[in-house]
């Protein structure tokens, strides 16, 4: 009589420790990915903007109320007209959008070759200067 040995159908636990390692840096993965794109989306949504259409203007009552800031840029780099005034500083724009009055608005012009990155820069100074109507119109 020749007794067998049976093969072990147990799981080794070493074996099954490199998928389950996986499956819980890609959960990890997912719970921090959407936590940070939770938070940009409620910050993206507080700026307060309204943004024109192509190949419309606003009406010559609300254009002529309102305070004309135009964007534009040069070698040095940045520059921003309005008031009669042309400032380079950021601090400096700040400073003269606090001292208009803020229920009129204001209307944000740039060239189609300024980067939007200039005219984002000057909302936020309009925004941060208090003022809740913020138009973007582009030059054409």
């Known amino acids: 009589m020749k007794l067998r040995r ?4 147990r799981l080794d636990p070493t ?29 993206e949504n507080e700026l307060a ?8 203007a606003p009406s010559e009552e609300s254009q002529a109320k309102a305070h004309m800031l135009a964007v534009t840029a040069d070698v040095i780099g940045p520059a921003y007209r309005i008031a009669g005034a042309e400032v380079r500083a950021r601090d400096e724009l700040l400073g003269i959008l606090r001292g208009l009055p803020k229920e009129v608005g204001v209307v944000i012009r740039s060239s189609p070759t300024i980067p ?6 000057a909302m936020q100074i309009a925004h941060d200067a ?5 138009t973007y119109l582009p030059d054409s």
């Open 116 to 121: 939007f990155e200039m005219v984002a820069g």
């Open 130 to 134: 208090g003022f809740e109507r913020i």
């Open 49 to 56: 903007a309204t943004l024109a259409l192509v190949g419309t």
């Open 6 to 9: 049976s093969r072990r159908t």
């Open 15 to 43: 074996q099954l420790r490199l998928p389950l390692i996986a499956l819980i840096d890609v959960v990890l993965f997912l719970l921090f990915y959407f936590i940070i794109a939770g938070n940009i989306d409620n910050e």
